[in-house]
């Protein structure tokens, strides 16, 4: 069993005031998330971010995760919600410890609490920690053709 180290774990929006090491993280994902869809795009008022933080107790930022939600667009589901894992990091110092996990099931809930139906990433077949936690988190995986990329896919049951 990993021993999980207590942190704090907390949803940030896109214009809410975020520890300075998390804006760091994410500056590009931030920037995107508070930044107005194209006026041509049909559904721009459907789309948001948040981000999870992982924090210690002295408030050190050690992980992440960045979520759009948006609309699937797509079939008989395309007034159905969609959250899409852009980004998740968790320091070096703090890896293999439980943290990626604890962020993304954290993300999955509150994408969950804002409607999403899946949750769904890219993901790089070669990098076998990624693998290992999207497989832990309950993700099914799919190659996509193009090299080592995959799909991974996640199932909310809302």
């Not at 998390?22 to 721009?44: A, C, G, H, M, Q």
């Not at 789309?47 to 992980?63: D, L, M, P, Q, R």
């Not at 809930?109 to 899946?118: I, P, T, V």
């Amino acid at each position: 069993m990993i021993n999980t180290p207590e942190c704090l774990l907390r949803i940030y929006e896109g214009q809410d005031e975020m520890p300075e090491d998390l804006r760091f993280s994410f500056e590009n994902e931030r920037e995107l998330s508070i930044k107005p869809l194209p006026k041509d795009r049909v559904d721009p008022e459907h789309w948001n971010s948040f981000f999870v933080c992982a924090e210690t107790s002295a408030k050190e930022v050690i992980g992440g995760v960045c979520i759009d939600v948006g609309p699937l667009n797509y079939g008989s589901m395309q007034h159905g919600k969609m959250g899409f894992l852009e980004y998740v990091f968790v320091h070096a110092d703090h890896r293999g410890k439980g943290i990626g996990e604890k962020l993304i099931r954290r993300a999955m809930e509150e994408a969950r609490n804002r409607r999403c139906q899946f949750i769904r990433c890219e993901a790089d077949l070669s990098n076998a920690a990624e693998m290992a936690l999207y497989r832990k988190c309950g993700f099914a995986l799919a190659e996509t053709g193009q090299g080592s990329e995959c799909l991974a896919v996640k199932p909310l049951n809302t």
